[in-house]
């Protein structure tokens, strides 16, 4: 029994760590498509929104411009009509919980499985 427990524990770790998508390089570009991404719907300055900082609800969006934005941020990234489905509600509660471009980042990149064989 102690070996499946440690086997449970240290799988996730592993894996989380081994994906390349969570490299700071990609969650640094990926948070500047979503910064990108919100200021062309809530047309302002990209230069205004502060990846670390800025609060998309604070911004001037609101729920149904938050999914127009997970939306387009998964077309971008080339995330499949399946998994988007799975992921907009991960996007978007964790939106709820912290309205950062970077926030935004780090959950799809630590959301998504690569599709690379």
């Known amino acids: 029994m102690p070996n ?3 086997t449970h ?9 081994t994906t390349p998508a969570s490299t700071p390089a990609s969650v640094s570009a990926t948070a500047e498509t979503v910064r990108r991404i919100w200021a062309e719907l809530l047309e302002v300055d990209a230069e205004s929104i502060d990846i670390h900082q800025s609060d998309f609800f604070e911004l ?8 127009q934005a997970i939306g387009r941020l998964l077309a971008e990234q080339g995330v499949d009509e399946v998994e988007a489905v799975e992921l907009e509600g991960a996007l978007l509660n964790r939106l709820f919980e912290d309205a950062t471009p970077l926030a935004q980042a780090e959950c799809l990149l630590t959301t998504t499985t690569p599709t690379t064989p």
Request: aromatic share 4%; net charge neutral; hydrophobic share 40%.
């Open 4 to 6: 499946e427990r440690t």
């Open 60 to 67: 001037g969006g609101y729920s149904l411009l938050a999914l």
């Open 9 to 17: 524990q240290t799988a996730p770790a592993t894996t989380l760590a």
